[in-house]
């Protein structure tokens, strides 16, 4: 139980075009998503922390009109990067998890990478 | 702020033991650790909970020292499997809300 899908695995774009990615938990309701995104070598960082039905709470420093966040159900949220540029190609992950005491259930990550 | 992790890098012979500490500044509801693999999401290893507590399983088990606000992480007897980077995931209540961040990190090489 407790699976996490995201979609897709890889993505390559163009500079200047916009990029969703989706984030599935599978078998179980989610009250609450996180997306991170990850840089080679480097621990996860913290962009925003999603829940049902309510705005997403960006971290410092993460610009909600370029990472705009859609939470619209217990088992879906997206994120879509506007009009992506190189720097933010990057390894973007996202969690799952059913309450406060819970873990988090991570998606297998999408490899964005922007030409 | 980001939780340390010590030592940053080891590298072992199977069948070795490591152990992988996560400092935290802050008071800690809750500490998770996870493996990660190369190119792979972090894999879910355990959970320790505010009250102190001890988990083990097979051969990797944790502590949480609550009031040290510090977590170990214990792997004995490794196999090659356990090579990756270990992270330690902590929440702690900041400014009204649960906070999560993910530690520095460590990054395990067992060779054969």
């Known amino acids: 139980g407790a699976v996490v899908s995201q979609h897709p695995s890889w993505v390559i774009c163009k500079s200047g075009t916009s990029v969703k990615i989706e984030c599935r938990s599978l078998d179980f309701q989610a009250t609450t998503m996180f997306w991170y995104r990850q840089f080679p070598k480097q621990s996860l960082m913290l962009m925003a922390t999603?829940?049902?039905?309510?705005?997403?709470?960006?971290e410092q420093g993460v610009e909600k009109d370029k990472f705009l966040i859609n939470h619209a159900s217990l088992t879906l949220s997206t994120l879509t990067v506007t009009s992506a540029h190189p720097e933010d190609s990057s390894f973007y992950i996202c969690s799952a998890r059913r309450g406060l005491a819970d873990t988090q259930y991570f998606g297998p990550g999408t490899r964005l990478t922007v030409l | 702020q980001q939780p340390v992790q010590s030592p940053q890098a080891v590298i072992l012979r199977e069948g070795e033991d490591a152990v992988i500490n996560c400092s935290s500044s802050k008071a800690l509801y809750s500490v998770h650790w996870y493996r990660q693999k190369h190119g792979e999401a972090p894999v879910f290893l355990m959970i320790l909970l505010k009250g102190g507590e001890q988990k083990g399983h097979d051969k990797i088990s944790a502590s949480f020292n609550e009031k040290k606000q510090q977590s170990s992480l214990y792997l004995t007897a490794s196999q090659l499997s356990y090579s990756g980077t270990y992270f330690c995931?902590?929440?702690?209540?900041?400014?009204?809300?649960?906070?999560?961040?993910f530690g520095t990190g460590t990054r395990l090489k067992v060779l054969a």
């Open positions: 999603s829940n049902e039905g309510s705005k997403a709470t960006y």
């Open positions: 995931g902590t929440e702690a209540y900041t400014s009204g809300t649960y906070k999560y961040i």
